[in-house]
């Protein structure tokens, strides 16, 4: 893979950067502009070097139409603010170029002098860019001498503006793109001990990452709907717990391994948050709670044994919540974990965090700054630490 902070004679040149600016709207104000700052030292770098630098980005999910609600506009003004000069928005349409439209992209292109930076209209708009169909790819590239992929959240599609263009254009790692990479590679080969927390709903992708991370890691912490199917399938009545049923024969294999560490204690109760009490988990399968009720976070002593290893680890990665901690009391061993975790990064071990719900966790309590890498990539964190080659990625080293 080539980085763009090793290419040369960047000024005058079109540079093609695809961004990750799926940020959360309410009408025109941005409600998170995490993934905007995270973008920003490659953006000026290129601008710095005299490149003129195009971006190219898609909204929400408006599945090959225009959808006014999601167009780049607040995003273009936003960024203007964040980098001190203007961001010029080129309309595309919903990038079914007809002559007209592309050469008036084509001239504004032509127009931009070195150190200007343009955004190209919602990528998505176009309904070739899901499954890199039709010309889009091409368009693309006709746009412009050289591609950066900087979105490391999108690295896992094999999108046009993902993978499809990197076939046409020098293509190029993002300064953000390098950053997480090696990142997830301290992960990969480890500092020992090697501490990994895994919590969160979706089960189908923490199993793959047990599977991957079981020969090289110490210990696997497990909480959520990880420990609810694992429990479910060694007989244990769990009531509404969230439970996966598709991958209990997975929990049994993997989550009762001997280096997975699974809660010795559990809040159970209503999903309102009424009714709580902590639950021991016996060694014979038992009635953890009835119908009604759920488990919905770790107990305390399972935050006591959680921490004790957290602060014996070198390196640290952590993705997924403890339960339902959007309601309190269910917070308490989410937050704890946070705590822990950013407490432990930078300097005495090497920190890594992703996934939305885990990233949320950590502003709650104001200490992602401690974190070495905080991940702005959810499903593509979770692919590359399964071992599987991203598409973007893969694009990059052709």
């Not at 990994?196 to 189908?204: H, N, P, S, T």
């Not at 104001?366 to 979770?382: E, R």
Request: charged share 25%; net charge positive; proline share 4%.
């Amino acid at each position: 893979m080539k980085f763009i902070r090793n290419a040369r004679n960047l000024s005058g040149k079109r540079v093609l950067v695809r961004v990750d600016f799926n940020v959360p709207l309410k009408g025109k104000k941005i409600l998170d502009d995490t993934r905007l700052h995270a973008s920003l030292p490659t953006i000026e770098y290129l601008a710095k070097k005299g490149a003129k630098v195009i971006l190219v980005t898609h909204v929400g999910r408006p599945d090959g139409k225009i959808v006014s609600a999601l167009k780049v506009d607040p995003i273009a003004n936003h960024l203007s603010r964040l980098l001190g000069k203007t961001v010029k928005k080129l309309e595309t349409g919903n990038w079914k170029l007809g002559k007209k439209k592309e050469g008036n992209v084509m001239r504004a292109v032509g127009h931009m002098k070195a150190g200007a930076i343009a955004i190209l209209e919602n990528i998505r708009f176009s309904p070739d860019e899901k499954k890199n169909t039709g010309m889009l790819a091409t368009d693309l590239a006709s746009l412009a001498d050289v591609f950066v992929l900087d979105g490391f959240a999108v690295a896992h599609r094999g999108e046009a503006s993902v993978a499809g263009v990197a076939k046409y254009l020098p293509s190029y790692a993002g300064l953000l793109l390098e950053k997480e990479i090696s990142g997830l590679q301290k992960a990969l080969k480890p500092k020992k001990p090697f501490v990994v927390v895994l919590g969160g709903a979706k089960i189908e992708t923490k199993i793959p990452i047990l599977k991957n991370l079981l020969p090289k890691a110490d210990t696997i912490l497990i909480g959520g709907g990880l420990v609810n199917t694992y429990l479910k399938a060694k007989g244990y009545g769990v009531g509404d717990s969230l439970v996966d049923a598709d991958f209990q024969k997975d929990a049994l294999k993997y989550c009762g391994a001997k280096k997975v560490v699974r809660p010795v204690d559990v809040l159970v109760g209503a999903s309102s948050g009424e009714r709580v009490r902590v639950v021991n988990i016996g060694k014979r399968p038992h009635l953890i709670c009835k119908k009604g009720e759920g488990i919905f976070d770790v107990g305390p002593n399972t935050i006591r044994m959680f921490a004790a290893h957290i602060k014996k680890a070198q390196t640290l990665v952590w993705n997924g919540a403890m339960g339902y901690f959007e309601q309190k009391p269910y917070d308490v061993g989410t937050l704890a974990i946070a705590r822990l975790v950013a407490s432990r990064s930078k300097g005495k071990a090497f920190g890594v965090i992703g996934g939305g719900e885990t990233l949320q966790a950590m502003d709650l309590v104001g200490m992602k700054d401690d974190v070495d890498l905080v991940s702005t990539g959810g499903g593509a964190m979770l692919e590359y630490l399964a071992g599987k080659e991203l598409p973007g990625i893969v694009a990059l080293g052709r």
